[in-house]
């Protein structure tokens, strides 16, 4: 198996276990769904996915790394065509009584990853990626930041640009610094940022 660099993106809908214990079958199957489709279609940086699990899309990316302003350029773009459609959804939804909670519990969190020996299996008709830094990916979802709407990019992404351009970038909100303890990991250090502002 050849390993190689590759630049993990995960967009994860945040809140969806509570929407869909909350909204009814129906209207829940189908929202999910147009919402995972919508980050999809939005990838502009040449990302191609992995998995697609109940919540998050698992992109990766091989090869020279895009510039850090077309990377944050196209997360930010993520984050607000995942709230176009979500006003898309409430209109098609508003007969129905439920419509209303969608962006009270549904948001979105992004989290970019670094790994210099990812390997590629193919399962199926998919291609699956091995490494530990595969594993440190998903494991950074779950972390200590308080918000659910963010940026998160680990150090080991961060170690790829200049940081002036990293300052440049992340204009909109304070860049904040964090790290986390993972079993068998370790320590993880990153830096996030606020996505809500974005909305406005």
């Not at 969806?16 to 940086?45: A, C, G, H, R």
């Not at 990853?113 to 193919?122: E, M, R, S, V």
């Not at 199926?124 to 830094?133: A, Y």
């Not at 992340?170 to 303890?181: A, R």
């Amino acid at each position: 198996m050849e390993k190689e660099p590759t630049l993990i993106c995960i967009p994860d809908i945040s809140g969806f276990t509570q929407f869909m214990s909350e909204v009814d079958f129906e209207m829940s199957s189908k929202i999910i769904p147009s919402l995972l489709n919508k980050i999809i279609y939005s990838n502009e940086i040449g990302f191609k996915v992995s998995e697609i699990e109940g919540d998050a899309v698992l992109f990766y990316r091989t090869g020279n790394l895009p510039s850090f302003k077309s990377l944050i350029e196209q997360c930010k773009l993520f984050y607000t065509d995942f709230y176009h459609q979500i006003d898309l959804l409430m209109a098609e939804n508003s007969h129905k009584l439920e419509s209303h909670i969608i962006p009270k519990i549904l948001g979105l969190k992004i989290v970019l990853h670094y790994g210099l020996d990812i390997g590629k299996t193919q399962v199926g008709s998919n291609i699956k990626l091995i490494g530990e830094d595969i594993i440190i990916a998903h494991r950074l979802l779950k972390n200590s930041i308080e918000s659910d709407e963010y940026l998160m990019i680990s150090e080991a992404v961060l170690d790829q640009y200049k940081n002036q351009d990293i300052q440049k970038e992340t204009f909109w909100n304070e860049l904040k610094s964090g790290k986390d303890s993972y079993e068998h990991i370790g320590h993880i250090n990153y830096k996030y940022i606020e996505l809500k502002p974005l909305k406005d």
